[in-house]
């Protein structure tokens, strides 16, 4: 049975840093690209930044010099550090699998909340 499980949802003020992490468990994590999404009220969930099995990286623009993803294959586990972070940065942030060679094996976690205000 597949899970992903992302923890470190918080409120946070703006300017702070936050670290969200998922924990995959029932994959041969190592050959799955693993990425950050998002989705605020009322808008269509967003690529945050993605990290594939080679290591290489993808961002959004907005993530772009705030945001870092990163992948420990030993311990199964993505983490996406948030700095900088604004009130527009508030959302469901999402965990997503997907199969290196197939690309319609994919995965999702279930979220964690994050709301930057003041």
């Known amino acids: 049975q597949v899970q992903l499980l992302e923890s470190g949802g918080a409120v946070v003020q703006p300017g702070g840093s936050l670290s969200l992490t998922c924990l995959a468990s029932?994959?041969?994590?190592?050959?799955?690209?693993m990425a950050w999404y998002r989705q605020a009220p009322g808008k269509q969930r967003e690529l945050v930044a993605e990290i594939y099995h080679d290591h290489d990286s993808f961002y959004g623009d907005f993530a772009k010099g705030r945001f870092s993803i990163s992948r420990d294959n030993a311990k199964t586990m993505v983490t996406l550090q948030m700095n900088n972070v604004k009130p527009e940065d508030t959302a469901l942030y999402y965990c997503?699998?997907?199969?290196?060679?197939?690309?319609?094996?994919?995965?999702w976690g279930q979220g964690t909340q994050v709301t930057v205000s003041s």
């Open positions: 997503k699998a997907t199969y290196a060679y197939n690309i319609q094996s994919i995965y």
């Open positions: 029932g994959i041969t994590f190592s050959v799955y690209d």
